[in-house]
């Protein structure tokens, strides 16, 4: 059974720091890519940052400012969001997922086109 389980939300000031986790069981991580999204209330879902799990090629959007950094332990089965700097803006409920990974088929973008497993999210509260 696939299973991406996120944890390490909570409060936090604006100017400090989280790091979440998604644990992922079921499937080989080197084959798929884990994208990191959020939804805040009234807003539409957004891709906050995403890596290949073959080449750990990394992306982001521009408009976070290189505040969040991806990264992933194989070995353990677990990716990590570190978060930076945070602001209230980015308070929302964070998920992790996983697509087929794109740069296994030498394709030159590093995230999924769609996302096959989601986990069920952690929530992030920034205050002022």
């Known amino acids: 059974e696939v299973q991406l389980v996120e944890s390490g939300g909570g409060l936090v000031q604006a100017g400090g720091s989280l790091r979440l986790s998604c644990a992922v069981s079921g499937f080989t991580l080197a084959n798929y890519a884990i994208g990191w999204f959020r939804q805040a209330p009234g807003k539409e879902r957004e891709g906050v940052a995403c890596?290949?799990?073959?080449?750990?090629?990394?992306w982001y959007p521009y408009s976070l400012d290189s505040r969040f950094t991806i990264s992933g332990d194989n070995a353990k089965n677990t990716m990590y969001l570190k978060m930076n700097n945070l602001k209230p803006e980015d308070t929302a409920i964070y998920y992790c997922a996983a697509g087929p990974d794109p740069r296994r088929r030498g394709a030159g973008v590093v995230c999924p086109g769609q996302y096959d497993y989601w986990g069920q999210g952690t929530q992030v509260t920034v205050s002022s």
């Open positions: 890596i290949s799990g073959s080449d750990g090629s990394t």
